[in-house]
């Protein structure tokens, strides 16, 4: 499975954007996508994530109100949307993919993902 996350940029504080992570390669073994982020200086950190066939989302605390993700199985493709986005979101936001998943806290476990796209940047504005 090849993963391709796209739709950062440059936003200023209180803007929206929306992140695109596009599947190829084996797509149909994907079982759950994730969506984490990393900070300069700080640790990969769980953002949100959805199971590919029935639609179940998770979401982190500081995300939950401002964020909805989701997928487009006939496009092989999910996204995040994230609103009021705030100078602390600012981050490298990468797409995961597991075959499996044996626990809930396993879509919060990065090292539960088998397959990671490359990233894209997010720079929020103050």
């Known amino acids: 499975v090849q993963l391709q996350a796209s739709g950062g940029g440059l936003v200023q504080a209180g803007d929206s954007l929306r992140l695109s992570c596009a599947a190829s390669g084996r797509a149909s073994s994907i079982y759950a996508l994730g969506w984490f982020r990393q900070a300069p200086g700080k640790e990969r950190e769980f953002v949100a994530a959805?199971?590919?066939?029935?639609?179940?989302?998770y979401y982190s605390e500081f995300m939950k109100g401002r964020n909805t993700i989701s997928r487009d199985n006939a496009k092989n493709t999910a996204y995040l949307q994230m609103n009021s986005l705030k100078p602390e979101d600012t981050a490298v936001y990468y797409c995961a993919a597991a075959h499996s998943l044996a626990y809930v806290y396993n879509y919060y476990t990065p090292s539960s993902y088998h397959y990671w796209g490359q990233g894209t940047l997010v720079t929020v504005s103050s």
């Open positions: 959805i199971n590919w066939s029935g639609g179940s989302t």
